[in-house]
């Protein structure tokens, strides 16, 4: 089945930690994103990828680092992980064509 | 910078009843907007969207016009069902080069038997 999937589904991390998000999609799409989702706040842009090799920064970059290095796979670093980083992450590919954006179902991290 | 304000949940109505789900923006340029839907557990999915002003998007009996003289894309369904309940996200593509979703804080609905 075409789509994203992201490892782990969640997990409980120690303050000062490094942790890396996988996000992996099958659809071939170039742009590919990463945000967070904080409740009342909605989601907001961590760190995006408009082709393989390219990043760029989001509204909420700090303390965070991506990389890709294939079309397929856009993994979320944290360095050295803080209590404020506890939230759920999503990362999302987006069609050209269309716009549309579609959604992996998510890590939820929770850093103690 | 581009922004979008949604109505604070959650609602609550019963099987049948009619939604609203206010939605403004404020982006330069000529946005996309779009609602995306939550359901408990999973993550976002598209539930429709409109590209330029005055366009109408529609799915699942839910519709959304596009209106620029009020910045608005309210989000209607004239009869929910018990299935409805999730969360439901206003976003907007601005005109810059990455293309990234700005998402409104979320509505969350209840539907009732």
């Known amino acids: 089945i075409a789509g994203i999937t992201q490892a782990p589904t969640s997990q409980i991390l120690a303050a000062g930690r490094r942790m890396t998000l996988r996000c992996t999609q099958d659809m071939r799409h170039n742009a590919m994103y990463w945000y967070r989702q904080d409740l009342g706040l909605g989601l907001r842009l961590i760190h995006y990828s408009n082709t393989a090799g390219t990043t760029g920064k989001g509204e909420v970059p700090d303390g965070y680092s991506v990389s890709r290095a294939n079309t397929d796979d856009f993994p979320l670093t944290l360095a050295s992980a803080v209590p404020s980083q506890t939230s759920v992450y999503f990362c999302?590919?987006?069609?050209?064509?269309?716009?549309?954006?579609?959604f992996g179902p998510g890590t939820r991290l929770t850093v103690l | 910078g581009d922004s979008v304000t949604q109505m604070e949940g959650p609602v609550t109505l019963s099987e049948e009843a009619f939604l609203t789900i206010n939605c403004t923006y404020t982006a330069t340029g000529y946005p996309s907007l779009f609602w995306y839907v939550q359901y408990p557990g999973e993550g976002l999915q598209l539930l429709l969207k409109?590209?330029?002003?005055?366009d109408k998007g529609s799915n699942k009996g839910f519709e959304a016009t596009y209106r620029k003289e009020t910045t608005s894309f309210h989000l209607e369904k004239g009869s929910v069902q018990v299935s409805d309940s999730a969360v439901y996200f206003c976003a907007l593509i601005a005109d810059t080069g990455r293309r990234a979703l700005t998402f409104g804080s979320g509505t969350r609905l209840q539907v009732q038997p």
């Open positions: 999302a590919s987006r069609q050209t064509s269309t716009d549309t954006q579609y």
């Open positions: 409109a590209t330029k002003a005055d």
